[in-house]
């Protein structure tokens, strides 16, 4: 299947402890995107890459640092987590920034539970 | 700066009834709009453009510059279109370049 896809589905940890989310799209896409949706349904963007770059980084916590090891792949790694990070967190890619033609294709999700 | 705003979270209509989702944005520049669809238990898709002009799945939106409006509209509810909905903006240039900028969603539910 030709995909935007999540790894975990569900991650369910502890106050304080560090943890990874991993998304990778085979779609061919050159941009990748890390979205947050709160529990209100709030859906925000935190991260974008385009080729590896960090294009759009906006006001997220230090504790979050996104990683692109290649253009497949957009890793979210969150340290010493927060109640406030329990969230459903959605990867996205897509083909350029702007273009009549890009659109975003977006992950299943990740719901992140802090206890 | 870019903002949408959804004014309904929830919005419930009969089958076969119309309906219409509210989206108003602000955005100084010339703005793309979007409304995305999240059906139970399903990733978010694109549901339509206003730059495609186009009907999916028997909804349109039309750009309204003047309102600073993308209302989504269906003359006829079906129980299948029940899902969540986001309308969406895309700036263009510096920072917001290809950045989404998402309302803050309507639940809409068609009952039979």
């Known amino acids: 299947d030709t995909a935007v896809s999540q790894t975990p589905k569900y991650l369910v940890t502890q106050m304080g402890n560090d943890k990874s989310i991993k998304c990778e799209q085979n779609?061919?896409?050159?941009?990748m995107y890390w979205y947050k949706q709160d529990s209100k349904k709030f859906l925000k963007i935190m991260f974008s890459?385009?080729?590896?770059?960090?294009?759009i980084n906006e006001t997220v916590p230090n504790r979050f640092s996104p990683k692109s090891p290649d253009k497949a792949h957009l890793n979210l790694h969150i340290n010493s987590l927060e109640l406030g990070d329990s969230a459903v967190y959605f990867c996205?890619?897509?083909?350029?920034?702007?273009?009549?033609?890009?659109?975003?294709?977006f992950g299943p999700g990740t719901r992140l539970t802090v206890l | 700066a870019q903002r949408v705003t959804q004014p309904e979270k929830l919005l419930s209509v009969f089958k076969g009834a119309p309906v219409e989702l509210k989206c108003n944005y602000s955005?100084?520049?010339?703005?793309?709009l979007f409304w995305y669809v999240q059906y139970s238990r399903q990733r978010l898709q694109l549901l339509l453009r206003h730059i495609s002009r186009e009907s999916i799945k028997g909804f349109t939106a039309d750009l309204n510059k003047g309102e600073t409006s993308f209302h989504l509209k269906k003359p006829f509810a079906q129980e299948e279109d029940s899902a969540m909905y986001y309308c969406?903006?895309?700036?263009?240039?510096?920072?917001?370049?290809?950045?989404?900028?998402f309302g803050q969603g309507t639940i809409l539910t068609v009952h039979p």
């Open positions: 955005y100084s520049g010339s703005p793309e």
């Open positions: 969406a903006l895309r700036g263009a240039g510096g920072t917001s370049y290809g950045k989404l900028t």
């Open positions: 890459y385009n080729n590896k770059e960090l294009i």
């Open positions: 779609l061919g896409h050159d941009t």
């Open positions: 996205a890619s897509s083909q350029g920034r702007r273009s009549p033609s890009n659109e975003q294709f």
